[in-house]
């Protein structure tokens, strides 16, 4: 038994709804169609309401009210009505840990996935697969926990430097959230390349090869736990992962999002 297998055996898998497996096996297949999508939201009805108020948040900005599934999909589009319905998913699919703040965790998780998206549509990649990949990074930083209760307040020391978290996980467990959520979407049979774009978050550049997923996450990582940052934070990214990228700096800076855009955790 791996030392990964080991540590799984020391914690309960969160429980998906048959809805959320269902979207997750859509994601392998290309023929996936908008009726099929809508059907499989439609058995939740709490999930769909969600849905709809999101959509008619100001995040949006939709020139009229959303009343329906077929609207949303219409005018959101299917690929993210879907990424946003797994997002939601998976944010149920864990229960709150204690000392952690649960807003402040999917703030950051939301940020990443919004950064990750905004990467990954720049370099001409699926931005949607981008978006519901940042979301679920962090994910394994919850498991952790669940298994070693008492490493929450070490891997949560202030202040919150970007990528310290991750070299506290692999400190004291072993393993970093990426490595850990990958194993987890592994199980949960998500697409190959976000698992081992998840495997790979946290040193994307390695003599092993390059994903450019793994990359976009691990820029997506740093920029979601800077706080209040603007376009500079661009100039404390990592070299290596930019130029493996091919990422052009002035790009960069002219077109970084706000935060605000694409964060809304009212919903979760």
């Not at 979207?23 to 809508?38: A, C, F, G, K, M």
């Not at 962090?138 to 498991?143: I, N, P, Q, S, Y």
Request: net charge negative.
């Amino acid at each position: 038994m791996t030392q990964l297998a080991a540590f799984f055996e020391t914690v309960k898998l969160p429980s998906m709804s048959e809805v959320a497996h269902a979207l997750i096996q859509s994601l392998n297949d290309d023929s996936t169609s908008v009726p099929h999508i809508r059907d499989l939201i439609a058995k939740d009805p709490a999930l769909s309401a969600k849905l709809l108020r999101l959509a008619n948040s100001a995040q949006f900005g939709l020139p009229r009210g959303v009343s329906s599934l077929d609207d949303a999909i219409s005018m959101v589009g299917m690929s993210k009505v879907r990424t946003l319905a797994l997002g939601a998913c998976l944010s149920e699919a864990f229960p709150d840990i204690p000392g952690l703040d649960r807003q402040e965790f999917w703030r950051t998780s939301m940020a990443c996935a919004g950064y990750a998206q905004w990467l990954a549509t720049g370099l001409g990649m699926d931005g949607q697969q981008a978006w519901l990949t940042g979301m679920m990074l962090r994910l394994g930083e919850l498991l952790i926990v669940q298994a070693e209760p008492e490493v929450l307040q070490e891997i949560e020391k202030l202040p919150h430097i970007p990528g310290v978290r991750w070299q506290r996980e692999a400190r004291l467990t072993g393993f970093t959230e990426g490595q850990i959520t990958s194993e987890l979407a592994r199980r949960w049979n998500f697409p190959p390349q976000m698992v081992q774009a998840l495997a790979q978050s946290a040193e994307p550049v390695t003599t092993h090869g390059f994903s450019r997923l793994a990359g976009i996450l691990h820029l997506a990582g740093l920029m979601a736990e800077t706080d209040h940052n603007g376009p500079e934070v661009i100039d404390t990214l990592p070299a290596d992962v930019l130029g493996a990228l091919m990422l052009d700096i002035d790009w960069l800076h002219a077109k970084f999002p706000k935060e605000d855009s694409f964060v809304n955790i009212t919903h979760l």
